[in-house]
Nanobody, 128 residues
Framework: QVQLVESGGGLVQAGGSLRLSCAAS??????????MGWFRQAPGKEREFVAA????????YYADSVKGRFTISRDNVKNTLYLQMNSLKAEDTAVYYC???????????????????WGQGTQVTVSS
């Protein structure tokens, strides 16, 4: 059973930075064999894709709204995924979720239905 635990959320002023972490655990689970994603959901809105890292070549992908401001990365030893968020805007306010899908190499990494393991989420609030 896979466990994904997000942390690092909080309240920050516009223009500030936060780093989210997603600690992964579980029998035989490794972030190096999972395509990992970050999604977010704002109040009253659908969950949306933020960033992903493909397991096979560590390729990274970003939503247009965060490109150039957010960076997805991972620590293979700690089995932890990160999301560095800079130049935060009020519209980045949401609950952020970490997700995983083992050995996924398809092109639908931006679709939440692809992922079968999810964390509980961490709240990010950006004040303007």
């Amino acid at each position: 059973q896979v466990q994904l635990v997000e942390s690092g959320g909080g309240l920050v002023q516009a223009g500030g930075s936060l780093r989210l972490s997603c600690a992964a655990s579980g029998r035989s689970f490794s972030i190096t064999t999972n395509t990992m994603g970050w999604f977010r959901q704002a109040p009253g809105k659908e969950r949306e894709f933020v960033a992903a890292m493909r397991w096979v070549n560590s390729a990274t992908y970003y939503a247009d709204s965060v490109k150039g401001r957010f960076t997805i990365s991972r620590d293979n030893v700690k089995n932890t995924l990160y999301l560095q968020m800079n130049s935060l805007k009020a519209e980045d306010t949401a609950v952020y979720y970490c997700a995983a899908r083992a050995y996924y190499s398809g092109s639908d990494y931006y679709k939440d239905k692809v992922y079968n393991s999810w964390g509980q989420g961490t709240q990010v609030t950006v004040s303007s």
